[in-house]
T-cell receptor, first 112, second 116 residues
């Protein structure tokens, strides 16, 4: 079945540091890939998405590129801010499963 | 455009009781999916409803059920509550049709259920 493997956390960075959160997936066919963010006490917010190979999703300075050859969708940001502190989830949607499959989440803390 | 609304935000129930959670999707969205989030198991898919029909179901016991009304609002019910049912229950709203099905899922803030 479908699965998402996400970099273990927690991750602690200083403000303005570079962020990478690794995500790899296993799925049949050609899934759509997503990064969601969850702030304390809140639901999930869609951060960015990519629906086909080599697509780059981007939003609020975050980027991720759909790499079919390495089955990866790593999240990056060049300069993190304290307000980026949250839990980040990598997810996929495949037509065969017809549901979102999530990674385990990565807690990011950014210190001033 | 109003977002996805889940009620109530917090619930405390006793073992053996039953509970009903509600989700109002974004206007025009016909698909509602439910997910359970726990520290141990992460985010797990419960079921999806589209046009009042359950279209997909995850691997949960029959105590977990749901329904969808003609206005696309959805409810999920958990009967005979167990301590392990304590979780954040999230509802996701989407158009539910075509390739866009998997690309436009918007989540509510969730209902935090505590079973004591």
């Amino acid at each position: 079945g479908d699965s998402v493997t996400q970099m273990e956390g927690p991750v602690t960075l200083s403000e303005e540091a570079f962020l990478t959160i690794n995500c790899t997936y296993t799925a049949t066919g050609y899934p759509s890939l997503f990064w969601y963010v969850q702030y304390p006490g809140e639901g999930l917010q869609l951060l960015l998405k990519a629906t086909k190979a080599d697509d780059k999703g981007s939003n609020k300075g975050f980027e991720a590129t759909y790499r079919k050859e390495t089955t990866s969708f790593h999240l990056e940001k060049g300069s993190v801010q304290v307000s980026d502190s949250a839990v980040y989830f990598c997810a996929l949607f495949s037509g065969s499963a017809r549901q979102l499959t999530f990674g385990s989440g990565t807690q990011l803390t950014v210190l001033p | 455009k109003a977002g996805v609304t889940q009620t109530p935000r917090y619930l405390i129930k006793t073992r053996g009781q039953q509970v009903t959670l509600s989700c109002s999707p974004i206007s025009g969205h016909r698909s509602v999916s439910w997910y359970q989030q726990t520290p141990g198991q992460g985010l797990q898919f419960l079921f999806e409803y589209f046009s009042e029909t359950q279209r997909n179901k995850g691997n949960f016991p029959g105590r977990f059920s749901g329904r969808q009304f003609s206005n696309s609002r959805s409810e999920m019910n958990v009967s005979t509550l167990e301590l392990g049912d304590s979780a954040l229950y999230l509802c996701a709203s989407s158009l539910g049709t075509g390739r866009g099905f998997g690309t436009e899922a918007f989540f509510g803030q969730g209902t935090r259920l505590t079973v004591v």
